[in-house]
């Protein structure tokens, strides 16, 4: 099963950004669509972004100040968050799945990092 650890959360004002990286081991990293969710106190975790195999397409719930990309000879997935709001505080996860096109989210697959939080102050 892949490990997956992420890394680049902080405190950041509103407005800032902020870049998160996931390392994956233990497995094939490009055989894994990967993605990002985060969890926010007293809420479900929810869907941020997915990145297919090849990074070819991607699939975001945040539109317009979230990128998501890969590097596979560096076995990471990274989450770029500019323009942060203070409703984007939450303990961020990478994950392994799948890319589902119908509804144009990831699934995923059960393989979890152990989170990195971010706040945003207003």
């Known amino acids: 099963q892949v490990q997956l650890v992420e890394s680049g959360g902080g405190l950041v004002q509103a407005g800032g950004s902020l870049r998160l990286s996931c390392a994956a081991s233990?497995?094939?990293?490009?055989?894994?669509?990967m993605g990002w969710f985060r969890q926010a106190p007293g809420k479900e975790r929810e869907f941020v972004a997915g990145?297919?195999?090849?990074?070819?397409t991607r699939y975001y719930s945040v539109k317009g100040r979230f990128t998501i990309s890969r590097d596979n000879a560096k076995n990471t997935v990274y989450l770029q968050m500019n323009s942060l709001k203070p409703e984007d505080t939450a303990v961020y996860y990478c994950?392994?799945?799948?890319?589902?096109?119908?509804?144009?989210?990831?699934?995923?697959?059960?393989?979890w990092g152990q989170g990195t939080q971010v706040t945003v102050s207003s």
């Open positions: 990145i297919s195999r090849s990074g070819g």
């Open positions: 233990g497995g094939t990293f490009s055989n894994y669509a």
């Open positions: 994950a392994t799945g799948v890319m589902d096109l119908s509804s144009t989210r990831l699934s995923p697959l059960g393989s």
